[in-house]
């Protein structure tokens, strides 16, 4: 359906040394592990991450106390002097009410302190906590400690989400050895390292779940003789060796996809920018007809600028996608709107068609008032459900939402409607043209001729040719090399199609083109005979000849 689309290049921050995450625990935290509530730490774990994910932007600077998370609670950014109230977590709590608990900020941005274990200052004791130990609360406070420089949540995939609960339960919270120099138990956000000796080099599969990344490899990651993991020379962070995961045939591929698709977008723009002009400047071609052309050309222009900014601005920089700000994930909504707008203009134009053969007059100042609102603001009603509703879960908002999401059938649904009832619109279409035909008893083989052109011209008008597209074959299969460079190529360059076919190719705007060409021809030639005859007039000799001077003497 062209929701999703190739990123797999995102995977060349790998080639630089850049990964997602630091090592998560401590030799210092490395206690007992009958001691530790491991269903615990995993809800504690889990709600620091949907803290980060949710909590608003905090400005430094400013008299007010930072968001936090204090193992127990979400605090959001705070002003001083004012107090914060949160519900009692629905973790570790052994009452049976609802309370609630609140902090105080003080004055110069410092919040009241806390103990996580809530027995510091009483704040937590409304809420009858689950008594923890110690070596528990030490182990969490290192690692949320440690977790503040990742920056993508183990939660964003549920495949890497379910890895890392099994390293808090089988690493995290177990014990290292004793006997020897060691670097700690480490998640790094893909994979769950062991604790590993002092000298050595360990090896884990290459995660599965990671696009452009070959599954029969191995990573590793080097402990120093220090029992510290080695740190990269430009993060100075703890560095997993993923670059050996990289299948770089399968990026290679996938960058020249993109390339495809920038292409065909430019070319697209071009051409129907070109269109757009010759429809606006020919008065004479002002009709309902031409009016569902035009908005269906912008809607194409907006939607292939967006996709190039995409793919030149988002995906060619890993670093935006990690990051998931604001703006890119605004630009992922209008991308969509704007391709939701393009599928309704295709339904305009099969519906205005379909309505000509059906009813004998159409009142077409009306029936383009019900286009504006199915093109341009039915999208609207769709896009916001869908923004909202994938907002509303952050697992689905990491990557600058570029990750296929479970709510894609909100936008996929309509758009299969929608395009169903085009083709439904284009057979009924070619029948009655065929009956026509047959009415002016022309030969079967020009008839033919004419059904064929009519079909063959509307499918990319009415955006027929994406019905193929959803049957996308499995990621490295054979089937795959080939489905994708034609996948972005009838996406891509469909616009171009469209202005080739409804303009340039069109017999009016050709005669209109001709008519004005000969027009200037004429008008130039007529100006250029003139200023040739004034210039001839003016660079006549100036010496008189006899005759002359003696008309010039009697004058």
């Known amino acids: 359906m062209g929701w999703t689309n190739s990123y797999s290049i995102l995977f060349k921050l790998l080639e630089l040394g850049l990964v997602l995450g630091v090592h998560l625990s401590d030799s210092s935290s490395r206690l007992e592990a009958d001691e530790v509530d491991k269903v615990l730490l995993r809800h504690q774990l889990k709600a620091y991450w949907m803290c980060r994910l949710n909590v608003t932007q905090y400005a430094k600077g400013n008299d007010s106390c930072p968001p936090e998370f204090d193992g127990w609670g979400c605090w959001e950014a705070t002003p001083a002097g004012q107090v914060a109230k949160i519900e009692c977590p629905s973790f570790g709590s052994l009452a049976e009410d609802k309370n609630f608990v609140t902090r105080t900020c003080h004055t110069g941005g410092k919040w009241a302190i806390s103990g996580i274990d809530g027995e510091e200052d009483g704040e937590y004791l409304r809420c009858q906590l689950k008594k923890i130990s110690a070596n528990h609360k030490k182990i969490l406070e290192n690692l949320l ?144 007809r031409i009016t569902i052309h035009k908005n269906l050309f912008v809607s194409f222009i907006i939607n292939n600028i967006l996709w190039i900014v995409w793919y030149t601005e988002v995906i060619k920089y890993p670093e935006v996608l ?108 070619v029948r009655v043209l065929v009956t026509k035909l047959r009415a002016v008893n022309s030969p079967d083989t020009h008839q033919t001729r004419k059904a064929v052109r009519a079909t063959l011209i509307l499918i990319p008008l009415l955006g027929l040719h994406y019905i193929i597209t959803p049957f996308r074959p499995e990621p490295g299969s054979p089937e795959e090399a080939v489905y994708e460079p034609i996948s972005a190529a009838v996406a891509s360059f469909q616009g171009l199609c469209v202005s080739l076919l409804f303009c340039f190719f069109n017999g009016e705007v050709i005669a209109l083109i001709k008519k004005k060409w000969q027009q200037t021809f004429t008008t130039w030639g007529n100006d250029t005979n003139r200023n040739y005859a004034v210039t001839t007039m003016s660079t006549m000799p100036t010496t008189p000849s006899h005759h002359d001077r003696e008309d010039t003497t009697a004058v």
């Open 145 to 288: 400690h440690e977790m503040d420089d990742i920056k993508t949540s183990p939660y964003a995939m549920s495949e890497s989400a379910q890895e890392f609960e099994r390293c808090i339960n089988d690493v995290l919270s177990s014990p290292g050895p004793t006997d020897k120099l060691y670097c700690p138990g480490t998640f790094d956000g893909w994979s769950c390292w062991n604790a590993t000796s002092a000298g050595d080099v360990v090896y884990v599969p290459c995660p599965v779940f990671v696009t452009g990344f070959h599954p029969g490899r191995y990573a590793h990651k080097v402990c120093e003789e220090d029992g510290s993991w080695f740190l990269h020379p430009e993060t100075n962070k703890t560095w997993s060796n993923y670059t050996t995961c990289i299948d770089k045939d399968d990026l290679s591929f996938r960058d020249k996809i993109n390339k495809i698709y920038i292409a065909g977008y430019s070319i697209s723009v071009i051409a129907l920018s070109v269109s757009l002009v010759i429809f606006f400047y020919f008065r004479s071609m002002k009709c309902t």
């Open 322 to 429: 990690f990051s998931n700000k604001t703006a890119c994930q605004v630009l992922h909504v209008l991308v969509h709107y704007f391709l939701l707008s393009n599928y309704m203009w295709m339904f305009c134009e099969g519906l205005y068609l379909h309505t000509l053969l059906v009813i004998a007059f159409v009142a077409e100042d009306k029936i383009m008032k019900w286009f504006y609102i199915l093109g341009w603001g039915s999208p609207i009603v769709v896009i916001t459900c869908y923004a909202g509703v994938r907002s509303s879960y952050p697992e689905d908002t990491v990557f600058c939402w570029i990750e296929e999401s479970r709510f894609t059938w909100i936008l996929s649904g309509p758009v299969c409607i929608f395009m169903l009832l085009n083709f439904i619109f284009l057979i009924n279409i």
